[in-house]
């Protein structure tokens, strides 16, 4: 039997039934070229059929079954992707550059130009925040500053010739103790000026520079909540997240004290049991604003002085400074 034909005994090869089926099967005997019905051999790559053993003599139950040879596949490649720089330390609001590597997973070649997804974790879950390409030695980076602990991982979607992968190990940024954040004395005169003016000086007017000077260098703790808040400007409101990438209302608020070194509960609710009542007319900046009444506070901000507040609003929304708009609101203060 030459390569590509069948001899067919008695036996109908898909789409080649004799015509004559009152023939005897001892009467038939033909050849059919495989090429014909399926095309060149190139095509029948993966093809499993039934062909005729050379070794036996043609007839019933002489048909024997044998692989045709495969054309060479060509899999993906594995590649491994890591954070550099796993575990790091560093003070609040401190530059620190995460790296991350891609190579081949078998000979750990670099895997130049391919990009990567950067998530943090959030309290939902993983979310994309940054896309970076490697360089030649499949290495990329970005440079962090965070104010909490945060998590990161990386994400590589593959190649027509690489396999996806996701980073074998997760990167930990740890914000040692210490200080509470520096107010520059040149940011934020304005909220001095309504702390001074809150605690009964008289007209904004006649508060001296070194007056407001002293002040911020004072560092009251309501002057650096309402700083710290400020940093966030513009960031997404997500329910339930705890920055440092996106606050919900009382998210924001439980962050902000956090790097000030006050431990408050999570929920709108139980901040309001956590800190000290004031008067609406007594409030200073850095004070909270609670809307709604005990046991049903569904709303909450930083006051900033001049009737306004710090405040991540509401989904499809960011944290801004944005007036308080009504008067029923109540005032806590943290101590």
């Known amino acids: 039997m030459t390569t590509g034909t069948v001899a067919v005994s008695g036996v109908a090869l898909a789409g080649c039934a004799p015509t004559d089926t009152g023939m005897d099967e001892t009467s038939v005997s033909s050849r059919v070229t495989l090429g014909s019905q399926f095309g060149s051999q190139a095509s029948l790559a993966g093809l499993r059929t039934s062909v005729i053993n050379p070794a036996t003599s043609v007839g019933p139950g002489s048909?024997?079954?044998?692989?045709?040879?495969?054309?060479?596949?060509?899999?993906?490649?594995?590649?491994?992707?890591?954070?550099t720089n796993p575990d790091v330390s560093v003070q609040a609001d401190q530059p620190i550059d995460m790296g991350f590597a891609l190579e081949d997973g078998t000979t750990h070649a670099p895997l130049p130009n391919?990009?990567?997804?950067?998530?943090?974790?959030?309290?939902?879950?993983?979310?994309?925040?940054?896309?970076?390409?490697?360089?030649?030695?499949?290495?990329?980076?970005?440079?962090?500053?965070?104010?909490?602990?945060?998590?990161i991982t990386a994400i590589f979607d593959g190649t027509d010739a690489l396999q996806s992968a996701h980073s074998s190990n997760i990167g930990t940024m740890t914000v040692m103790p210490g200080p509470a954040p520096a107010v520059p004395a040149q940011a934020p005169r304005s909220v001095a000026r309504s702390v001074l003016q809150a605690s009964g000086s008289s007209g904004a007017s006649t508060i001296s520079p070194s007056t407001i000077d002293a002040t911020i260098s004072a560092g009251?703790?309501?002057?650096?909540?309402?700083?710290?808040?400020?940093?966030?400007?513009?960031?997404?409101?997500?329910?339930?997240?705890?920055?440092?990438?996106?606050?919900?209302?009382?998210?924001?608020?439980?962050?902000?004290?956090?790097?000030?070194?006050?431990?408050?509960?999570?929920?709108?609710?139980?901040?309001?049991?956590?800190?000290?009542?004031v008067s609406q007319y007594n409030k200073q900046p850095g004070d909270l604003i609670f809307?709604?009444?005990?046991?049903?506070?569904?709303?909450?901000?930083?006051?900033?002085?001049?009737?306004?507040?710090?405040?991540?609003?509401?989904?499809?929304?960011?944290?801004?400074?944005?007036?308080?708009?009504?008067?029923?609101?109540?005032?806590?203060r943290v101590s």
């Open 114 to 151: 391919q990009l990567i997804k950067v998530q943090v974790k959030l309290p939902d879950g993983w979310a994309t925040f940054k896309h970076l390409y490697t360089n030649e030695q499949g290495f990329a980076s970005y440079t962090a500053k965070i104010l909490t602990t945060t998590q």
């Open 63 to 83: 048909i024997t079954s044998q692989v045709i040879d495969q054309a060479d596949l060509h899999p993906k490649s594995a590649v491994a992707l890591k954070v």
């Open 291 to 332: 809307f709604g009444t005990p046991g049903n506070i569904y709303h909450m901000g930083i006051y900033a002085g001049d009737g306004k507040m710090w405040v991540a609003p509401k989904s499809g929304d960011v944290v801004k400074l944005e007036a308080i708009w009504t008067t029923s609101y109540s005032v806590g």
């Open 220 to 277: 009251s703790l309501g002057l650096r909540a309402v700083y710290l808040a400020a940093q966030q400007a513009g960031k997404p409101y997500v329910y339930g997240a705890e920055g440092p990438y996106a606050f919900d209302c009382s998210g924001l608020v439980q962050y902000v004290f956090k790097q000030l070194g006050r431990s408050l509960p999570r929920t709108a609710e139980a901040q309001y049991e956590a800190t000290t009542r």
